[in-house]
């Protein structure tokens, strides 16, 4: 039940608990309501007594003559007039019945009870005028014939009517001034006069003030006995709840709103805008779980040399390549694939039932050739793809990942811009790769590192100058050549600790030789991983002077890939050595990207020519023009220039012949370890004067 309701109900309750007879009238003295105690007391039903004046039923002084408000607060001695004509001494107490001007309470007895039920007629009173004024309703009362007949003063208070107006008994303009107010006042009055069609019906609406204000109207038929006899109408200001409701739907609708953003971004990459890593596995574990007999593939593919273009250009270039990049994806594939982007320049398409995704990996292939311009500079972008799928099998998601992925290293490895299928035997690769680079981690600790020395023979003198340490892995299963560890150190960066450790045994194993002449020298090869470090110099200079090695005694062997792309840190840690009187050689020169003229501008003492230069020796008479120049070359700057690779006595005399500084190679010793040096050297000093003797030279 509503308050209105709650409200409407306690007050004609009230009304018929009285003890007394008790009349509700008008200023004017129409009767509007009457109790039980009336009916009994005079013998007139109720329904012909409404409407009437309250003169048919006590008569006395004042009675008839004056308006019943000026009677107010005020105690007569009446005469009562029943039903059957007979009369009765009755006692009347005119009160207000509440703050409204228009609503009376006449409550009689006969004489002979006043004084004692007159304290419980004022509390009765008292309690029922409590009651309307109290509440936060406003209430209005309308007789059958739609005049105003009562209200409270909460009803004056909501609705803003004058006193002086609702005192007036002008009806017409008490309803021109609610009218006035409202937004929908049509609907007020229709709704008004569909009630008066249906007295026993009852209604609650909203009514909407031009203010902006919201009220809440209840109406319920009043019934004295099972008789109608007017209506009441109940008004609550729902203003403040109204709000409230309404700001929180639109508070519920931005959450909600936010919300489906926040999904969306959870799913998205924030730079393409496609499915970022999250959303793939979730389409990836509902393809795995839907498919039907057909296969699920994911191609996995990197972007090559992707970094370039963030060092040249920046990284907002790089960003505007991605984006780029990732509107081609989605146009080389079905709109049921999925694209995403899994970070950096790294990117995954999902194809769902495919029937050739070799077909799908060469568009990709294709379109990412293709040139991109950014910042008015023409740009070609190759991509490396592993695809793996699941027609072979049945596969857990992240396993198929981890099958594109090694497909992926296999097809760089192969020279990028390409792409691969996964395929067993590359997962035995990935293990035995894995395994290598995890005992490379340990390998110094473990003491499996040890070093070999090869001599380099000096042809002016023929004696052994220098020697060449040359490392090797000796795992429990046996050694391990460079070839087969040395990239593989590379990758894990392992190499900056086996590059420290090699340079230490070195030094110690020679230190007792190189204290024999200012002339005999040690030479170390240095990866370009190593070089690259921040303190390699440093490091490098002080392992020598822990084992009490001089500098001017130290050769560091570096390829010509460190002069690639050098930058102004590792030129620094070569001139670092030099400055020291450390000597840098070229290892495996005319192999890879220098040329003789650059020799000039590189910070090097010295050349190694490549053996397969010095594998086109055959019987010595050979015409080698190249060969021939890059010594005189070598030479007119200044380098010391020496000969690896050395297997007949023709070679080591044609190379004397052309000038070279120094020979190495098998003719002379193989690699041997620290015990075997006195023989090695011996053997290499009796073998070339063995080629010096004959002529050859």
């Given at each position: 039940?509503?308050?209105?309701?709650?409200?409407?109900?306690?007050?004609?309750?009230?009304?018929?608990?009285s003890?007394?007879?008790?009349?509700?009238?008008t200023?004017?003295?129409?009767?509007?309501?009457?109790?039980?105690?009336?009916?009994?007391?005079?013998?007139?039903?109720?329904?012909e007594?409404i409407?009437?004046?309250?003169g048919?039923?006590?008569?006395?002084?004042?009675?008839?003559?004056?308006?019943?408000?000026?009677?107010?607060?005020?105690?007569?001695?009446?005469?009562?007039?029943?039903?059957?004509?007979s009369?009765?001494?009755?006692?009347?107490?005119?009160?207000?019945?509440s703050?409204?001007?228009?609503?009376?309470?006449?409550?009689?007895?006969?004489?002979t009870?006043?004084s004692?039920?007159?304290?419980?007629l004022?509390?009765?009173?008292?309690?029922l005028?409590?009651?309307?004024?109290?509440?936060?309703?406003?209430?209005?009362?309308?007789?059958?014939?739609?005049?105003?007949?009562?209200?409270?003063?909460?009803?004056a208070?909501?609705?803003?009517?004058p006193?002086?107006?609702?005192?007036?008994r002008?009806?017409d303009r008490?309803m021109?001034?609610v009218?006035?107010?409202?937004?929908?006042p049509?609907?007020?009055?229709?709704?008004?006069?569909?009630?008066?069609?249906?007295?026993?019906?009852?209604?609650?609406?909203?009514?909407t003030?031009?203010?902006?204000?919201?009220f809440?109207?209840?109406?319920?038929?009043?019934?004295?006995?099972?008789?109608?006899?007017?209506r009441?109408?109940?008004?609550r200001?729902?203003?403040?709840r109204?709000?409230?409701?309404?700001?929180?739907?639109?508070?519920?609708?931005?959450?909600?709103?936010?919300?489906?953003?926040l999904?969306?971004?959870?799913?998205?990459?924030?730079?393409?805008?496609?499915?970022?890593?999250?959303?793939?596995h979730?389409?990836?574990?509902?393809?795995?779980?839907?498919?039907?007999g057909?296969?699920?593939h994911?191609?996995?593919?990197?972007?090559?040399?992707?970094?370039?273009i963030?060092?040249?250009?920046?990284?907002?270039?790089?960003?505007?390549?991605l984006?780029?990049?990732?509107r081609r994806?989605?146009?080389?594939?079905?709109?049921?694939?999925?694209?995403?982007?899994l970070?950096g320049?790294?990117?995954?398409?999902?194809l769902?039932g495919?029937?050739?995704p070799?077909?799908?990996?060469?568009?990709?292939v294709?379109?990412m050739?293709?040139?991109?311009?950014v910042?008015?500079?023409?740009?070609?972008?190759?991509?490396t793809?592993?695809?793996?799928?699941?027609?072979d099998?049945?596969?857990?998601?992240?396993?198929?990942?981890?099958?594109?992925d090694?497909?992926?290293?296999?097809?760089?490895?192969?020279?990028?811009?390409?792409?691969?299928?996964?395929?067993?035997?590359?997962m035995?690769a990935?293990?035995?790769?894995?395994n290598m680079?995890?005992?490379?981690?340990?390998?110094?600790?473990?003491?499996e590192?040890?070093?070999?020395?090869?001599?380099?023979?000096?042809p002016?003198?023929g004696?052994?100058?220098?020697f060449e340490?040359?490392?090797?892995?000796?795992?429990?299963?046996?050694l391990?050549?460079?070839?087969?560890?040395?990239?593989?150190a590379?990758r894990?960066?392992?190499?900056?600790?086996?590059?420290?450790?090699?340079l230490?045994?070195?030094?110690?194993g020679?230190?007792?030789w190189?204290?024999g002449s200012?002339l005999?020298?040690?030479?170390?090869?240095?990866?370009?991983?190593?070089?690259?470090?921040?303190?390699?110099?440093?490091?490098?200079l002080?392992?020598?002077?822990?084992c009490?090695?001089?500098?001017?005694?130290?050769?560091?062997?570096?390829?010509?890939?460190v002069?690639?792309?050098?930058?102004?840190h590792?030129?620094?840690q070569?001139?670092?050595?030099?400055d020291?009187?450390?000597?840098?050689?070229?290892?495996?020169f005319?192999?890879?990207?220098?040329?003789?003229?650059?020799?000039?501008?590189l910070?090097?003492?010295?050349?190694?020519?490549?053996?397969?230069?010095?594998?086109k020796?055959?019987?010595?008479?050979?015409?080698?023009?190249?060969?021939?120049?890059?010594?005189?070359?070598?030479?007119?700057?200044g380098?010391?220039?020496?000969?690896?690779?050395?297997?007949?006595h023709?070679?080591?005399?044609?190379?004397?012949?052309?000038?070279?500084?120094?020979?190495?190679?098998?003719?002379?010793s193989?690699?041997?370890?620290?015990?075997e040096?006195?023989r090695?050297e011996?053997?290499?000093?009796?073998?070339?004067?063995g080629?010096?003797?004959?002529?050859?030279?």
């Amino acid at each position: 039940m509503s308050a209105q309701e709650h409200a409407a109900n306690r007050f004609e309750a009230l009304v018929e608990s009285s003890p007394d007879a008790l009349l509700v009238v008008t200023v004017d003295g129409l009767i509007v309501l009457i109790n039980a105690e009336v009916e009994r007391m005079f013998g007139h039903p109720r329904g012909e007594v409404i409407g009437q004046h309250y003169g048919l039923l006590l008569s006395g002084v004042g009675v008839g003559d004056s308006g019943v408000a000026d009677l107010l607060a005020t105690t007569l001695q009446l005469v009562g007039h029943r039903l059957d004509g007979s009369r009765l001494a009755v006692e009347a107490r005119i009160s207000r019945l509440s703050d409204s001007p228009e609503e009376i309470a006449i409550s009689v007895r006969e004489s002979t009870n006043a004084s004692t039920n007159d304290s419980e007629l004022r509390a009765a009173v008292s309690l029922l005028n409590a009651t309307l004024d109290s509440t936060a309703d406003g209430i209005l009362v309308v007789s059958r014939d739609g005049r105003i007949a009562g209200s409270n003063g909460r009803f004056a208070t909501l609705w803003g009517i004058p006193a002086e107006l609702l005192s007036s008994r002008d009806d017409d303009r008490v309803m021109s001034f609610v009218l006035d107010q409202l937004v929908d006042p049509a609907g007020f009055v229709d709704k008004v006069r569909e009630l008066n069609a249906h007295p026993e019906a009852e209604s609650n609406d909203v009514l909407t003030f031009r203010d902006g204000r919201t009220f809440e109207r209840y109406s319920r038929p009043q019934r004295v006995a099972n008789t109608i006899v007017g209506r009441v109408w109940s008004f609550r200001d729902v203003t403040a709840r109204e709000r409230a409701q309404d700001q929180a739907r639109a508070s519920a609708a931005a959450f909600a709103a936010q919300a489906e953003q926040l999904r969306v971004l959870a799913l998205h990459d924030a730079l393409t805008g496609l499915a970022n890593r999250a959303m793939f596995h979730e389409r990836l574990n509902h393809a795995l779980a839907a498919r039907d007999g057909r296969g699920v593939h994911v191609l996995l593919l990197d972007l090559d040399d992707f970094k370039e273009i963030n060092d040249v250009l920046g990284h907002h270039s790089g960003d505007e390549v991605l984006m780029e990049l990732g509107r081609r994806l989605e146009h080389c594939v079905r709109p049921e694939d999925t694209v995403a982007r899994l970070g950096g320049d790294e990117f995954v398409v999902l194809l769902a039932g495919a029937a050739d995704p070799d077909a799908v990996a060469e568009r990709i292939v294709e379109a990412m050739s293709l040139p991109t311009r950014v910042q008015d500079t023409e740009i070609r972008v190759s991509v490396t793809l592993g695809i793996a799928s699941t027609v072979d099998g049945l596969l857990e998601g992240p396993e198929l990942l981890r099958r594109a992925d090694i497909a992926m290293y296999v097809a760089k490895a192969a020279g990028k811009n390409r792409h691969v299928s996964f395929h067993p035997d590359m997962m035995t690769a990935l293990l035995a790769r894995t395994n290598m680079e995890t005992g490379l981690r340990h390998a110094v600790e473990r003491d499996e590192m040890i070093v070999h020395f090869q001599p380099i023979v000096d042809p002016e003198n023929g004696l052994v100058s220098q020697f060449e340490v040359l490392v090797r892995w000796k795992r429990p299963t046996g050694l391990v050549p460079p070839l087969d560890f040395i990239p593989a150190a590379e990758r894990s960066g392992a190499i900056v600790v086996i590059g420290e450790e090699v340079l230490r045994q070195a030094c110690t194993g020679l230190c007792t030789w190189l204290d024999g002449s200012e002339l005999r020298s040690v030479a170390v090869n240095v990866s370009a991983v190593q070089v690259r470090e921040e303190h390699f110099a440093q490091r490098a200079l002080a392992i020598a002077a822990e084992c009490g090695v001089r500098p001017t005694q130290l050769v560091v062997e570096v390829t010509e890939s460190v002069f690639l792309t050098p930058g102004d840190h590792v030129m620094e840690q070569l001139r670092i050595l030099r400055d020291a009187g450390v000597r840098i050689s070229i290892d495996d020169f005319g192999t890879g990207y220098s040329s003789l003229a650059q020799l000039q501008d590189l910070p090097v003492d010295a050349i190694k020519v490549d053996k397969s230069f010095v594998d086109k020796i055959v019987t010595g008479g050979e015409n080698l023009p190249i060969l021939n120049s890059m010594i005189d070359m070598a030479h007119n700057l200044g380098l010391h220039v020496t000969a690896e690779g050395v297997e007949t006595h023709a070679q080591a005399a044609k190379l004397i012949r052309l000038g070279c500084d120094g020979l190495q190679g098998y003719l002379f010793s193989r690699p041997q370890p620290a015990g075997e040096l006195p023989r090695a050297e011996e053997r290499s000093a009796h073998l070339m004067k063995g080629v010096l003797s004959t002529g050859n030279a």
